[in-house]
């Protein structure tokens, strides 16, 4: 067998976490180097597998296999395919500039990077395994460490933000236990030995009602955490409460284990129920689009403009996810990797900020680009990409969704309203957004000189490290989309041959 | 050379992270960076021009090439295909060359007008990303590279516009600006999509081709009127004409290269791109027609009250793409590409003419200034000049493309656009003499001295004046092989020159002149007591109808007003009911708490009771209950 | 003749006894030798049932046993409680040992 590279992409935090329990509370920057380097080691491995990672072939790759618990069919099993694989890159990627954003961290080191690493290995976890258990177990691991890292390194109502979150995702993630149990124990019986394996329990014939059930136990379970309107409100509440670098996790990557759940336990498994639901998240995600991106135009702080921009934004990926094609779903995994690169950049200048200025009211800022220039530039790209210009990740995401949705010939509500029309708003949804991101761009930034903020230095050193990277990522995709297209269309063809070889059902509406 | 037309857009957009990343502290390379990539996009183009007439590539036989950039199968039976391409036809090298070239004068004259400017670099590396992507707009093969690029230039007008970021007025107006177009860009991008909805493809050529079997005629005219509403945006007509006047708070040259010559073009350009979509649905055209009309009336009428040298320019602008955009519409597509030609380099020279005022004064209000002639040679000729081509005075170049126009709205029938046009032409001449006469001539109003500016602000002027003077004549009506015969859509059509229409147009614009002189020349009419007869009229025209005002009340008022709700809504409904069920868990929790007394004896009796309960209930159906 | 009825008379009244004791007693030693009569009197219950049912099997007699030993370990447990009890209070009332209380 091979180098285990999944398992050592996995390790990689953990052995960091390990080290830095030797190490003493007071040598803070060996802490730091320490997670930096643990998790540089799984950026670079994520890399090495991307590029490694043979498109032609398609399908599950980097296989490991060992059994774990036999009687129940529990397996360590973990491999990658094209959509599991941006979102590992996404991860190494926005953990190893958030441990830079959290640099000048100083309350409490130790333990802070020992969550925030445990929190990554989760996070890795679920992105790599193939086996349900795993999943799960995974999924919660990454959910409890949030709790601690915004209930005692946060700011802004921070025990309710934390207490708010985390009884948001374990009601959710019980929905999705659920489900999960439902469908082992289906396909148990259809296949008369148990197991968790995700491409065995996939190839299982659920029937419909079952589908409907389980279906929106998953829109539930996973829907709270990408988050679906109405299950939204702990996201913008959570971001704004908690620190630089978990604000970056959280929206970066977090919010897509919901989505990514979505796809590959919900519509991969479920093939009709996911039909049948579909008009359901296809209305929801209208209102995320729309009615989270008027939110974000009236908020004064700057954490919670890009909290609800995310409910904005992933709305997209939700609408793409309902229209259910190759370009909507292509387009929405390519969006949670656009949306963790650009959201995580954001978080990281406004923590930034915050960390000078000790404030993030929009209204007291004004002329920041006298004093922060380069923090202007980083802010002004993530917005860019948030609006969806040309030239940056975002914007390809976003066209492969609309063009998915606009293309789907389907009504709702009996022919009232079409894939369409919602198709037509959401792309309303970006003018909105440019609106509100270039307001608070202006207003923050441009301007007279302000000379309140004139102590404010401008980012530099390993300040610097978040920005570039993340930019250089953002502007690299964008150019080049097709370096990820590919792949993410070899992640994707699968899903759709099954919905399409999945019998006609009728939509909820 | 049409081989290389790739490496046009590409000089200048090496330029930018060169300047952004290298060069930036040494100001003087970073202009040479910018200028000398510039100036070979230049000479490639001319080579790219020259090739294009003498090797037979026409409108019908395009040079087409593309790499793929994004290829995912859609469906079953169709593939998405977008490519990175490059269209090569006489109409995209005239454009190419008329950005090249303002691009590059303007480049050298920024060197004089930017000079000690703290972000100089920064200026030389955003109009360098400018010059690349409104290149890459040009020679885009298929309408996602178009709206790629349509974006970006977007993005540029946005950044140069915010220049002096420090004015709280260009931040507004950046903001605005973007916004806008974005509106504007909506309707584009969906488009668009109806157009891939029908035929499955991006590329203009494979458009052209299957539009002529196009599923549903309706749907087609959606699609255009939607795609139109993209150079409607862009090229500032109404009803979203908002932004271009406020675009003036950036620095001069980034008006006259992306505010007059080029980026506003490019909604022209695109009109003249998929011509034939809109030639095949006259609805369609007749809506593009009276949007140009209108627009081009209702901006003259706006800018003869006007103070600001600098906005005059810019409804002047606006009133000239309407021009253009009223030549499309009635079908001539050559007309409409001549008049943008001649435009770029006359309206270039304007701007940077008022650049060059700008510069010596540190004033835009005409009403402070007078008398520059004697300090300003060399502007106030060029800019006579210019003025006098804007005005339609044979035989300088703004008379022959303007005259193409009208002629062809008088022989395609349109005669109320034909009325409408020259009465545009009137004004036009109007408040551009009225402008030249009180700025240039009369007395000092305010005691400010001008000098003259630089050389290498001058040469700029120069060299656009002497075009100014000769470009009309590739497109005179009695020149052969001239314009029409390179840019034109179906049959390159020669029209016969109209002597009626000629003699016209030079007699309104004259007589515009003569009333400028009368009232701002010689005084014998006066402004003020014109201004006070028809004072609501006035009050109007100088408040610009209203317009900003109302979009400004329908953001306030309605947008935010929304937003707010929806912010409360979110707040106190959403939020109220999930935090309620909390509350409610809670709450129980309260008062259930009572139960727990803590006294031993009480929890064992309850315990004992429920045991006996229990052991009665189960052993009811055994012992047959309690006799 | 002793017939399983007086056994079990004599059961029931040592049951009702201990659990008067359980519940009506402050000191808690008092209420533990209640809870002990209690399971005393099952144990003679499921000796007396052992011995007049089902003689030849020693069920009854093992399920006794086992409840002894429980008992045992009850006291035990109960007791070090108490004699914590005690030391932070100087009491063994179970009416104060209220600290569980919401």
Redesign the interface.
């Known amino acids: 067998m091979s180098f285990p590279l999944l398992t050592a992409i996995l390790l990689a935090p953990v052995i960091g976490i390990i080290l830095i329990l030797f190490i003493p509370e007071r040598e803070q920057l060996t802490i730091k180097i320490t997670a930096a380097v643990a998790t540089f080691i799984s950026l670079v491995l994520s890399i090495y597998v991307y590029v490694a990672y043979d498109q032609a072939a398609g399908g599950l790759q980097f296989l490991e296999d060992r059994s774990w618990i036999p009687a129940l069919g529990v397996n360590y099993s973990v491999g990658v395919d094209g959509i599991s694989l941006p979102m590992v890159l996404l991860t190494a990627l926005v953990i190893f500039t958030g441990v830079f954003a959290s640099w000048d961290m100083t309350h409490r080191v130790k333990e802070f990077f020992l969550f925030l690493l445990m929190l990554v290995t989760g996070v890795f976890g679920v992105f790599i395994s193939r086996d349900l258990f795993f999943f799960y177990l995974f999924f919660e691991v990454a959910v409890i460490p949030m709790y601690l890292l915004i209930g005692i390194w946060g700011s802004t109502r921070k025990e309710y933000a934390a207490m708010k979150l985390t009884l948001y995702l374990l009601v959710g993630s019980a929905f999705a236990l659920i489900g999960i149990i439902a469908l082992y124990l289906y396909a148990a019986r259809q296949l008369g030995y148990l197991t968790f394996d995700i491409q065995t329990l996939a190839t299982v014939q659920y029937d419909i009602a079952f589908q409907k059930f389980v279906f929106f136990l998953f829109l539930i379970g996973f829907g709270v955490l990408v988050p679906i309107w109405p299950l939204h409100l702990w996201s913008p509440d959570g971001h704004v409460a908690a620190p630089t670098a978990v604000s970056m996790l959280h929206a970066g990557v977090l919010m897509k284990l919901g989505a990514y759940g979505l796809i590959r336990v919900g519509v991969f498994f479920l093939p009709e129920g996911a039909k049948f639901w579909a008009p359901l998240i296809a209305v929801l995600c209208i209102v995320n689009v729309v009615y989270g991106a008027m939110i974000a135009m009236v908020q004064r702080d700057l954490k919670f403009v890009i909290g609800y921009s995310s409910v904005s934004h992933m709305g997209y990926v939700l609408l793409g996810i309902a229209a259910l094609n190759t370009l909507s779903l292509s387009g929405a995994v390519t969006q949670m990797f656009a949306h963790g690169i650009m959201t995580a950049l954001f978080f990281a200048l406004v923590g930034n900020i915050y960390h000078k200025a000790h404030t993030r009211e929009i209204a007291r800022f004004g002329g920041l680009a006298h004093q922060m220039p380069r923090v202007a530039a980083g802010f002004l790209i993530g917005g860019l990409a948030s609006l969806g210009l040309p030239g940056l990740h975002n914007f390809v995401a976003e066209f492969l969704i609309f063009l998915g949705a606009f293309t789907r010939e389907q009504g709702l509500f009996g022919g009232l309203l079409t894939y369409r029309t919602l198709a037509i708003l959401a792309i309303l949804g970006i003018v909105i957004t440019a609106t509100y991101v270039l307001r608070v761009v202006q207003r923050t930034f441009f301007g007279p000189r302000k000379e309140a903020w004139d102590h404010l230095e401008d980012a530099r050193g390993v300040e610097m490290v978040p920005i570039v990277v993340l930019c250089a990522t953002l502007i690299l995709f964008g150019l080049f989309p097709s370096l990820m297209g590919d792949l993410i269309y070899s992640g994707v063809a699968p899903l759709v041959a099954k919905i399409e070889a999945a019998g006609t059902v009728g939509g909820i509406f | 050379m049409i081989r290389y037309a790739w490496l046009v857009p590409l000089f200048p957009a090496l330029a930018f992270p060169v300047i952004a990343f290298i060069t930036r502290r040494l100001r003087t390379l970073s202009a040479l960076v910018g200028i000398g990539a510039i100036a070979a996009s230049f000479v490639l183009s001319l080579g790219i021009l020259w090739e294009t007439l003498t090797s037979g590539v026409t409108m019908e036989k395009p040079v087409e090439y593309a790499l793929?950039?994004?290829?995912?199968?859609?469906?079953k039976d169709w593939v998405?295909k977008i490519e990175a391409g490059v269209l090569v036809d006489p109409l995209s090298a005239v454009m190419l060359l008329v950005v090249t070239l303002v691009a590059l004068l303007v480049e050298i004259y920024s060197v004089g007008y930017m000079h000690g400017d703290p972000g100089f670099s920064v200026f030389f590396g955003y109009l360098s990303l400018f010059s690349a992507s409104m290149l890459g707009l040009v020679l885009a093969n298929n309408f996602f590279m178009m709206?790629?690029?349509w974006?970006?230039v977007g993005?540029c007008s946005?950044l140069l516009i915010?220049f002096y970021?420090?004015?709280?007025e260009?931040?507004?107006a950046?903001?605005k600006a973007?916004?806008v177009n974005?509106?504007a860009d909506?309707g584009f991008?969906?488009g668009f999509?109806y157009l891939?909805?029908m035929f499955k493809t991006f590329n203009f050529r494979e458009l052209a081709e299957a539009l002529p079997h196009a599923p549903h005629m309706g749907l087609l005219a959606v699609a255009a009127t939607l795609i139109f509403a993209g150079p409607i945006g862009k090229s500032a007509q109404f009803p979203l004409h908002v932004w271009l006047p406020d675009a003036m708070e950036g620095p001069t040259p980034v008006s006259a290269l992306i505010h007059a010559a080029t980026m506003v073009a490019a909604g022209v350009y695109l009109l003249a791109r998929a011509f034939v979509l809109f030639a095949s649905i006259p609805e369609v055209s007749l809506l593009v027609a009276y949007v140009g009309g209108f627009t081009a009336l209702f901006a003259a009428t706006i800018a003869l009250t006007q103070r600001d040298i600098k906005r005059i320019l810019a409804y002047s602008t606006m009133s000239q793409l309407g021009y253009m955009i009223m030549a499309m519409g009635v079908g001539s597509m050559t007309a409409g590409m001549f008049h943008l030609t001649t435009h770029a380099i006359f309206k270039a020279l304007l701007f940077l003419g008022a650049g060059s005022v700008i510069h010596a004064l540190h004033e835009q209000d005409i009403f402070r200034m007078g008398g520059l002639a004697k300090d300003m040679k060399v502007t106030t000729a060029t800019f006579v000049l210019g003025a006098l081509a804007l005005a339609g005075i044979p035989p300088l170049a703004g008379f022959w493309s303007k005259d193409e126009i009208l002629l062809a709205a008088y022989s395609n029938g349109y005669t109320g656009l034909y009325i409408l046009g020259t009465v545009v032409a009137f004004l036009t001449s109007f408040y551009m003499f009225r402008l030249i006469f009180v700025a240039f001539f009369g007395r000092r109003r305010a005691g400010l001295h001008g000098h003259e500016s630089p050389k290498c602000m001058t040469v700029p002027l120069i060299i656009l004046a002497t075009l100014t003077v000769v470009a009309g004549f590739i497109g005179a009506p009695f020149v052969p092989h001239g314009f029409s015969s390179w840019v034109y859509f179906g049959e390159p059509h020669h029209l016969e020159p109209n002597y009626f229409v000629m003699v016209t147009s030079t007699l309104v614009a004259i007589l515009g002149i003569y009333l400028a002189w009368l009232i701002y020349g010689k005084e014998v009419i006066s402004a003020e007591a014109l201004a006070q007869r028809w004072r609501s009229i006035h009050t109007v025209l100088y408040n610009k109808y209203y317009i900003d005002e109302a979009y400004l009340w329908f953001f306030r008022r309605v947008?935010?007003g929304?937003?707010?709700a929806?912010?409360w809504h979110?707040r106190h409904v959403?939020?109220g009911?999930?935090d309620g069920v909390?509350d409610t868990v809670r709450w129980s929790g309260y008062r259930l708490?009572?139960l727990?007394?803590?006294?031993?004896?009480v929890y064992?009796?309850v315990f004992?009771a429920a045991v006996v309960v229990f052991v009665l209930w189960v052993a009811t159906p055994v012992i047959g209950g309690i006799r | 003749m002793i017939t399983l009825n007086h056994y079990l008379m004599l059961g029931g009244v040592l049951f009702v006894i201990g659990l008067f004791g359980a519940l009506a007693k402050k000191n808690a030693i008092a209420v533990l030798m209640g809870i002990e009569l209690m399971l005393n009197a099952v144990n003679i219950n499921l000796a007396a049932f052992n011995r007049f049912l089902n003689p030849d099997k020693v069920v009854g007699l093992v399920f006794a046993i086992f409840v002894i030993v429980v008992a045992a370990v009850e006291v035990a447990v109960g007791l070090a409680i108490v004699i914590n009890l005690y030391r932070q209070r100087l009491n063994t009332s179970v009416d104060e040992a209220d600290w569980l209380k919401w």
């Open positions: 793929s950039w994004l290829a995912l199968p859609g469906a998405l709206f790629f690029f974006e970006l993005l946005y915010g970021f420090h004015k709280p260009a931040a507004r950046s903001l973007f916004v974005r509106v909506f991008m969906l999509f891939f909805l947008v935010l929304l937003a707010e929806f912010h979110d959403v939020d009911i999930f909390g708490r009572y727990h007394s803590g006294s031993l004896p064992a009796l004992f």
